[in-house]
């Protein structure tokens, strides 16, 4: 943990990525814990990665869902809505029909750490876990919280930035730059190579841009009908389709 003029900022590892918490000032006794807490319980009972885990045994076909946990199975509902919301450009499931949920995990995991943070008084925050950002309050210096965007042509520079707001706290980035084809693509879409969605709260922004990625054009323009979002997503030839707080 650092702690500055500037504020308090901790960096941990979680779900195969880089975990950083930023506070305006100090961190409340126990905040700091209480996220490190939630990432860890999260990951170990949904990592596909870790052979004892419940999903695994799930994804495995060892475990039937309906006889999950309350947890595993509320978890597979919620990305199951998400499928039917989306019109299946989002899934828990696997092409070859196994259960995958590691496209809801991580965002659950932020959301619950906000809940976390504000039962331990902290009300200035930003927590950013693997570009996916979730921010409350103001920074040290009582300027809002700014998330950039990374230009996926160009991973050492900036494309733009987003100034968070408490109407729109959370900004999430789907992309195949760093992680290649990693997203079950629809077979219709128009390939996006990165997506950017920033919304009222950060499952819904990582879900969406999950599924913009998958879904291309036409789930960009169903996502932007149904919900109050910001965008900005980057197809293959350099072009960008952004909404208007990303052109301003």
């Known amino acids: 943990m650092t702690v500055s003029d500037n504020g308090t900022r901790h960096v941990f590892t979680s779900m195969g990525t880089a975990v950083s918490l930023a506070f305006a000032g100090e961190a409340p006794a126990g905040a700091i814990a209480a996220v490190e807490n939630v990432f860890r319980a999260l990951d170990d009972q949904f990592s596909l990665y870790k052979p004892q885990s419940e999903a695994t045994a799930v994804a495995h076909g060892g475990l039937q869902i309906t006889a999950a946990s309350r947890r595993m199975q509320d978890t597979y509902a919620l990305a199951d809505r998400w499928r039917i919301a989306t019109a299946d450009a989002f899934t828990p499931h696997r092409p070859d029909g196994s259960i995958d949920l590691s496209g809801v995990v991580k965002a659950i995991a932020i959301d619950e750490s906000g809940a976390a943070l504000r039962a331990h008084g902290a009300s200035d925050w930003c927590l950013n876990a693997g570009g996916d950002v979730l921010t409350s309050g103001a920074q040290a210096d009582g ?73 291309g054009r036409a789930a960009l323009d169903r996502a932007l009908t149904r919900w109050p979002l910001e965008v900005i997503a980057a197809n293959a030839s350099g072009e960008y389709l952004t909404t208007p707080a990303f052109r301003a």
Request: with cysteine; charged share 20%.
């Open 143 to 215: 300027m809002p919280w700014v998330v950039g965007v990374v230009d996926p042509a160009d991973r050492g520079r900036l494309l733009t930035q987003f100034t968070c707001s408490t109407a729109y706290p959370a900004v999430a980035t789907s992309g195949v730059t760093e992680r290649g084809e990693h997203v079950w693509r629809q077979d219709d879409a128009d390939r996006f190579v990165q997506v950017t969605v920033v919304a009222g709260d950060i499952i819904t922004a990582d879900v969406l841009a999950t599924a913009i990625l998958s879904g």
